[in-house]
RNA sequence: GGCGGUGUAGCCAAGUGGUAAGGCGAUGGUCUGCAAAACCGUUAUACCCCGGUUCGAAUCCGGGCACCGCCUCCA
């Protein structure tokens, strides 16, 4: 008997039994980063939060088919471009070839197409051209507008209606519109600019219209799942709703889901604020499987606080773990009650927060050993954090450390224990402590291993 | 102002009608010369406030309050 999957669908707002097109696959398209600088713990929060979802659809029998995009054309490229006096081209692929090393090393699987903008113009221009055509789009001085007018389901993704949107909108007033939230779809080329040949003279796409196009050429005009950070849901998806919908009949998307955002010490993550981190910097710091660990144990939705001191947390329980399950015996324990478990929470709205809760309690309730932890594998596959247990294997190597000075420190301290002098022992202690090592006495011998932190 | 979200222990965080998962911290203990580490216990009669529905509400409804996000480029 197969478990339906509820998922929560920004555009209803409400949790959804779902249902794919086809029965037995899925069409999914997220969102990618515009390739203009570093990606940033958004990029890996968002990533992250697919890769799960992907794997577990997979994982329950499901055929999927994931689709992420590359924003490489787009005026913060061609920006940054003229800033550096290099060629936006160079910058965009720069930035791809850096996320995607960003997303190996956070243990993310590929999706199965990442198409780029300008790989895509042709069929950019053919689209416009048919919403042109169909009279939702006009062309003026080289540009060409969506009019939002004439979709009537305008704003039905970030529930506003346009009245509203006028009313608070912030956008400078561009003569050229006929309503000041008609978006771009095609722009005229400026100095400095990549362009390419349209019927609407030299110019590039909008943003917005290439995942329309993307989406469609690896997934069909109505597809089951489009997913990104929140931030999009206005106006990028609404603006792509409205491109894709006014030439097809039914819902380009039929189900949306949002990934929440990032905080970083209770502020907003953001450009402007300066404080974003970036994937790379953060993995010099933590390992990646606590940077999955972190993000999976809040739900998807909700944002999330970042910070170091979370970081560290889930380090000591995740080594907790560990041990508790290093040291507990050997016993054939079925496991198939966990199995089920979490696969329920992953069916209710991708729940990996309470997933992990569950993999926390069969560990402390010492229902996990070293002989039956295979039985957890496919856990630790759908997560993502195969061989989670070998982040502690580093204790106590010598690898580049000269372990002379510290073994000589503690024949030298345990001969002072030994003549009870404490005074002398416990001055030592200290002096490799400071020196970055940490003694930890047994009954037989004295170990030691360096300061984590 | 419009739209959306959130409010659960010291902190973080699951839980959408059946009597409060999990993690960190704290605390008691074992171990230790003392520590550290590790391990074993304990740790919310209670879910922002006020009403209501119900046999039963953190969960549903109504009304407040507080915080946050989007409405401009962002994952």
Redo the contacts with the bound molecule.
Sequence with gaps: MKKDIHL?NSLT?S?EIFKPLVPGNVGIYV????VYSS?????A??AIVFDVIVRFLRQIGFKVNYVKNF?DI???IIEKANELNQKSEDIANKYKQEYIEDMKNLGCISPDHEPCVSQNINGIIDLIKEIIDKDFAYEINGDVYFQIDKFKEYGKL????TD??I?????EFNPNKKNP?D?ALWKKVKNNEPSWESPWGNGRPG?HIECSVMSCKHLGKNFDIHG?????????HENEIAQSECINSGNFANYWI??????INK??????LGN?INIKDALTRWHPILIRIFFL???Y?????LSE??L???E??L??????IM?SKPKSIDLTDFNNLWME?MH??F?T??A??????Y????KINPSNIDQVKIFEQVMGITNWTSIFEHDSETSNIDSSFINNLISK?NEA?KN?N??L??EL?NEAEQKGF??????EQTLWKTKDR
């Design positions: 929560y707002n949790k969102c990618g980063p515009t990606s940033h713990m958004g990029h929060r968002s924003t787009d005026d913060k970030s529930n506003q209606s509203s949107m009313e608070n909108n912030r956008i939230l978006f943003w990104g950070g929140r931030d999009l849901i206005f106006p990028h949002h990934n929440g955002l990032i905080n502020e907003k993550m953001s450009k402007s974003m144990s809040h739900h939705r909700t944002p999330v606080d001191e979370k560290i947390e889930i000591k329980s080594k907790k773990a560990k041990n508790k040291l929470a209710d709205d729940n927060a309470k992990i809760g569950i993999f926390f309690k560990i402390n309730d010492g301290r224990r009870k404490w005074e022992a416990d202690r940490i003694l930890i006495d047994e009954k």
